[in-house]
C-alpha cells in the first residue's frame, strides 16, 4: 500500500463515519423537534384552550434554529459527536416553552438569546478550528476569565440584581460576565494543568512531616481561584463559587490521576463553607432555610416551599403543560423552572430533564476519553463538568438536597448570558469531538 | 376540550419524550460499538499512515507504542514502587531507533544528551538536536529537561516542561530517540 493510497482509505473511512454520524443527529433533532412542538401545544390547549395563535416566532427558534446549527455542524464540524445538539435543542426548546407558558414577554426574549447564542455557536465553531490553538493562549484566557470575573465589581457598570451583584449593563443590554469567564479559566486551567501535571503529580517539597509538590508549580494557580474564589464570595455568588471550586478540583484530580487532591478538595471545601456560615449572615439564612424552610414559610422560606409544593402536586406525570398553578413561585422562568417542569410533566417529565443532563455529561466524558491530545482531553473534563455540576447544584437546590444556590439550569432556564455561554461551550465540545474522530497528526521538523 | 383527551395527549406526550431518549440511547450504543463494516479498517488504516510517512514514522511509532504500552507499565510500576521497597533507576537503556536498541548509559547526577560531540550521551540523529536536552539525579529520582531543542524531550507521549520526573519503566524520548528508565 502507498502512502496516499493508505490516506485516502483513511479519508474514506472518517467520510462515512461523519456522514452517519451527522444523519443520527439528524433524525434526533426532528424527534426532539416534535417533541417540543408537542409540548407547546398542549400548554397552550391547556391555558387558552386554543392552538397558538403566535406559532410562527416560536417555529422559527424551535425550527429553524437548531437546524441551523445542524448545517454549520455538517459545513464545520462533519464528524463530531451527534449526541450534544439534540440533547441541548430539547433542553432549550422545553425550557422555552416553559417560559412562554409562564411569561409571554420573557419568552420573545429568551428567543432572541437563543439566537444569539446559536450564532455564538456558529461563530465558535468557525474561529476555533484547532482546540490546541486555545492552548497558546492559555494565560490570556486565564487574564480574561479574571477580569470578566471582577467587571461586576467595578461602579458604573456593575449592577445588584437580588442581593447578588453579578450583573454588567452597558446600554440598554445587561448580562452576567461571570457565564463567559467560567469557560475563559476552564481554558486556562486546561493549559496549565497541561503543563504542570507530571510535576504537580510528584511529590519533592517537604513541609514538617507532608510531602507535597514544589510550590512553585502550585502557587499562579492557586493565585488565580483564591482571587477568582474571592471575587465570587463577594459579589455573594455562592453558585458558582461552588460550581468554580469543583471545577479546579475536578481538573487537578483528572490532570494528576491523584485521589489526593480530592481528599484535600473536600477538607478544603468543609473549612471554607464553615468559615463562610460564621462570617456572612446570607450564607447563614441560606442554610436555615435549608434545614428547616417551615421557620419562615411566608418570608424566606416561601420559595423553596412553593417549590416543594409544586414538584409534589406534579405527581407521576404531571398536571399537564399549562395546568400547573403558573407564577406562584418567585424565579419560576429561571432558578426554580425545573419545579415548574416537575410541576406540569410529573416526575417523568424531570427525570427526562434529568437523563438528558445525564446523557450529555456522558457525552462529554466519552470525547474526553477518547481525545489523544491531553489539552482537549482537559478541556472537555473541564467543560462538561460545568455543564452538569451547574445542573446538579440547581437541581438540588429546588430539592432540598443542598442549600439553594442561584445558578441557572444549562439551557433550559430563562438567561441570556447564561444561554450564550453554554452553546459556546457545547461548540467547543463539538470540535473537541470532530478534531479525535479526524487525528492531526503533529509535523516532526528535520534538522 | 375535555379533560380525559387532555390527559391522553399529555401521556402521549410523555411516552414521545422517552421515545427521543431511548433513540439517543440507541446512538450512544452505535459510538460505543462502532457498525464493523467503517471501524475494523480504521487501525490499520492509521498505522499504515503512520509508518508509511517516512520521517515521521519513529515518532508516530513511538507516540503510539507509548500511549498504550509505556502508561500503563508506568502505573502499574509506579504503584508497585509505592508499595515496595523502592528499585532507585540506575541505567537508561535505548529503544528506538531500531538499529541501536539496547545499548545502555548508566545514570549520573548530571547527563546532556544531543548530537554534539562534548555531550555527555552522544546521539548523533537526525531529529536530535546539538545539545538537547538534560538527564540528571536527584534524591534518587530522575529529572528530564528540555534544553531548547527543536524537537523536544518528551516523557511518556508528553512534552517536558520545565524538570520533568521520570519514574521507573519510564519512556524518555529525545527526537528519535527513546531511552527507558531501568
Redesign the interface.
Known amino acids: 500500500?502507498?502512502?496516499t493510497e493508505?490516506?485516502t482509505?483513511?479519508q474514506v473511512?472518517v467520510k462515512?463515519?461523519g456522514r452517519?454520524r451527522r444523519t443520527?443527529e439528524l433524525?434526533?433533532l426532528i424527534?426532539?423537534v416534535?417533541?417540543i412542538c408537542?409540548?407547546y401545544a398542549?400548554a397552550s390547549?391547556?391555558k387558552s384552550?386554543s392552538l397558538p395563535a403566535d406559532i410562527v416566532p416560536f417555529l422559527g427558534v424551535i425550527v429553524a434554529l437548531p437546524i441551523l446549527a445542524h448545517l454549520a455542524n455538517r459545513k464545520f464540524a462533519p464528524t463530531s459527536?451527534?449526541?450534544f445538539l439534540?440533547?441541548a435543542a430539547?433542553l432549550n426548546g422545553l425550557g422555552y416553552v416553559f417560559i412562554a407558558r409562564l411569561d409571554g414577554d420573557l419568552a420573545g426574549l429568551q428567543a432572541l438569546w437563543t439566537a444569539v447564542g446559536i450564532f455564538g455557536y456558529i461563530a465558535t465553531l468557525i474561529l476555533v478550528r484547532d482546540v490546541r490553538f486555545l492552548q497558546r493562549y492559555r494565560y490570556t484566557f486565564g487574564l480574561i476569565g479574571v477580569l470578566l470575573l471582577i467587571m461586576p465589581l467595578l461602579p458604573g457598570i456593575g449592577r445588584s440584581i437580588n442581593g447578588s451583584r453579578i450583573w454588567v449593563s452597558l446600554g440598554p443590554i445587561g448580562f452576567q460576565p461571570g457565564e463567559l469567564a467560567k469557560i475563559a479559566l476552564a481554558i486556562f486551567f486546561a493549559g496549565y494543568l497541561?503543563?504542570?501535571?507530571?510535576?504537580l503529580g510528584?511529590a519533592?517539597f517537604r513541609i514538617g512531616r507532608i510531602n507535597t509538590p514544589d510550590p512553585k508549580?502550585f502557587a499562579p494557580i492557586l493565585v488565580a481561584v483564591g482571587f477568582s474564589l474571592i471575587v465570587m464570595v463577594f459579589e455573594k455568588d455562592l453558585g458558582s463559587a461552588l460550581l468554580f471550586f469543583v471545577l479546579f478540583i475536578v481538573m487537578l484530580w483528572v490532570a494528576t490521576?491523584r485521589g489526593s487532591y480530592l481528599v484535600v478538595g473536600v477538607v478544603l471545601f468543609s473549612a471554607s463553607s464553615y468559615a463562610a456560615w460564621r462570617m456572612f449572615s446570607h450564607v447563614q439564612t441560606r442554610v436555615t432555610i435549608w434545614i428547616n424552610p417551615w421557620s419562615d414559610p411566608s418570608g424566606k422560606g416561601f420559595q423553596v416551599i412553593q417549590g416543594a409544593y409544586a414538584l409534589a402536586w406534579g405527581g407521576t406525570?404531571?398536571t399537564?403543560?399549562g395546568?400547573g398553578i403558573a407564577g406562584r413561585i418567585p424565579a419560576d422562568e429561571s432558578d426554580f423552572i425545573f419545579a415548574v417542569i416537575g410541576e406540569e410533566?410529573?416526575l417523568?417529565?424531570a427525570t427526562?430533564v434529568l437523563?438528558?443532563f445525564l446523557?450529555l455529561a456522558?457525552?462529554g466524558l466519552?470525547v474526553a476519553q477518547r481525545s489523544?491530545d491531553?489539552f482537549s482531553s482537559l478541556l472537555a473534563v473541564g467543560l462538561t463538568t460545568l455543564i452538569a455540576f451547574q445542573a446538579f447544584i440547581i437541581i438540588a437546590g429546588v430539592i432540598r438536597l443542598l442549600p439553594l444556590t442561584g445558578v441557572t439550569l444549562p439551557f433550559v432556564s430563562y438567561g441570556g448570558s447564561s444561554l450564550v455561554a453554554n452553546y459556546i461551550l457545547l461548540a467547543l465540545l463539538i470540535r473537541i469531538s470532530d478534531q479525535t474522530a479526524r487525528?492531526i497528526?503533529e509535523?516532526?521538523?528535520?534538522? | 376540550?375535555s379533560e380525559q383527551l387532555?390527559?391522553v395527549?399529555?401521556?402521549?406526550?410523555?411516552a414521545?419524550?422517552?421515545?427521543?431518549?431511548l433513540?439517543?440511547l440507541r446512538?450512544?450504543w452505535?459510538?460505543?460499538n462502532?457498525?464493523r463494516v467503517?471501524a475494523t479498517?480504521?487501525p490499520i488504516?492509521?498505522g499504515?499512515?503512520?509508518t508509511?510517512?517516512g520521517?515521521?514514522s519513529a515518532?508516530?511509532k513511538a507516540s503510539t507504542a507509548k500511549?498504550s504500552t509505556a502508561k500503563a507499565s508506568k502505573?502499574a510500576k509506579s504503584a508497585m514502587n509505592r508499595r515496595k521497597a523502592p528499585v532507585v533507576p540506575t541505567r537508561l537503556v535505548l529503544v528506538e531507533p531500531a538499529a541501536r536498541a539496547g545499548a545502555e548509559y548508566a545514570l549520573g547526577p548530571e547527563l546532556t544528551l544531543g548530537r554534539a560531540a562534548g555531550c555527555s550521551i552522544v546521539l548523533d540523529e537526525?531529529?536530535v538536536?546539538q545539545v538537547h536536552s538534560r538527564i540528571f539525579v536527584r534524591?534518587g529520582?530522575v529529572f528530564a529537561e528540555d534544553l531548547g531543542s527543536?524537537?523536544g524531550t518528551w516523557?511518556n507521549g508528553?512534552r517536558a516542561?520545565?524538570?520533568?520526573?521520570a519514574r521507573l519503566g519510564d519512556r524518555i524520548q529525545v527526537g528519535?530517540v527513546v531511552l527507558e528508565v531501568r
Open positions: 500500500m502507498t502512502i493508505s490516506t482509505h483513511q473511512v462515512a463515519l452517519r443520527t433524525g434526533l424527534l426532539a416534535l417533541v408537542g409540548t398542549l390547549l391547556g384552550a459527536d451527534p449526541l439534540p440533547l430539547l497541561v503543563d504542570r501535571r507530571e510535576l510528584v519533592t508549580y490521576g406525570t404531571g399537564g403543560p395546568l410533566l410529573g417523568l417529565g427526562a437523563c438528558a446523557l456522558g457525552s466519552r489523544s491531553p487525528k497528526p509535523p516532526l521538523v528535520a534538522r | 376540550m387532555l390527559t395527549l399529555k401521556l402521549c406526550l410523555l414521545l419524550l422517552y421515545l427521543f431518549f433513540r439517543v446512538a450512544v452505535t459510538e460505543v462502532p457498525p467503517a479498517p480504521a488504516a492509521a499504515a499512515v503512520s508509511k510517512k520521517g515521521s515518532k508516530a500511549a502505573s537526525q531529529y538536536s534524591d529520582s527543536t524537537n516523557v508528553s516542561v520545565g524538570q520533568m520526573p528519535n
